[in-house]
């Protein structure tokens, strides 16, 4: 198993400025990954962050508005860039060591921009 | 859309009693995974079921797939207040091709 430090907890943000949340995790894992999950709704993965390349994004996810730094294999960040109100929610970092197995998630970040 | 939905969206009952809850969804599968989250906080993984078996037991949990009809359930039996929470069943071919589901909110009253 993985343990997962995800930092901050929670924050309140400002319109048009930026957060950067970290995930540490305590072993190496192969893939990492960021998922956003709005009120009340499911999760949906913003990106696969990859270890010394480009960030992975889906449909809907930009790196503009959601840049990924994966500078080894146990850290990562996520950006979220020029906040709106639209950008609260829960953002959860996970991870997997094999392909089709388990997620292991952080504890998540709940995010309010005002 | 590949997302699973749950069934159903909400669900109360009694400290001791079974809860069930159901999900479907549309595409194949390698597996199908439960995850619980309380209070909005991370997920926790509680079962997974490979596609090429049809019922799996975890303590007080058991959980049965039939790709027939694209479904699964979830049975928690004995249920406890601290069971409450909400639980997701997430579908896909990898751990980077995973959908999570619109998610069953129980409600376990002591």
């Known amino acids: 198993s993985a343990v997962i430090s995800q930092k901050p907890s929670r924050d309140i943000c400002q319109r048009g400025t930026s957060l950067t949340i970290q995930c540490q995790v305590d072993s190496q894992v192969t893939m990492m990954f960021w998922y956003r999950q709005q009120p009340g709704q499911s999760l949906t993965l913003i990106a696969t962050a990859n270890q010394g390349s480009e960030a992975t994004y889906e449909s809907g996810f930009v790196i503009d508005k959601f840049p990924i730094s994966r500078p080894n294999l146990t850290f990562s960040t996520l950006t979220v860039s020029n906040m709106s109100p639209e950008d609260s929610s829960i953002y959860l970092c996970?991870?997997?060591?094999?392909?089709?197995?388990?997620?292991?998630f952080g504890s998540g970040t709940q995010l309010s921009v005002l | 859309s590949q997302q699973g939905e749950e069934d159903p969206q909400a669900l109360s009952i009694q400290e001791g009693e079974n809860a069930t809850m159901n999900c479907s969804y549309k595409t194949s599968i390698n597996n199908l995974q439960w995850y619980r989250q309380n209070s909005g906080r991370g997920l926790v993984h509680l079962i997974l079921?490979?596609?090429?078996?049809r019922e799996k037991h975890s303590g007080r949990l058991r959980v049965t797939l039939d790709t027939s009809k694209k479904s699964s359930s979830l049975l928690i039996t004995a249920s406890r207040a601290a069971d409450t929470a909400s639980y997701f069943c997430?579908?896909?071919?990898?751990?980077?091709?995973?959908?999570f589901g619109t998610g069953t909110r129980l409600t376990v009253i002591p």
């Open positions: 996970s991870v997997s060591d094999r392909p089709n197995e388990k997620l292991f």
């Open positions: 079921i490979r596609s090429n078996e």
């Open positions: 997430a579908t896909g071919t990898g751990a980077n091709n995973l959908f």
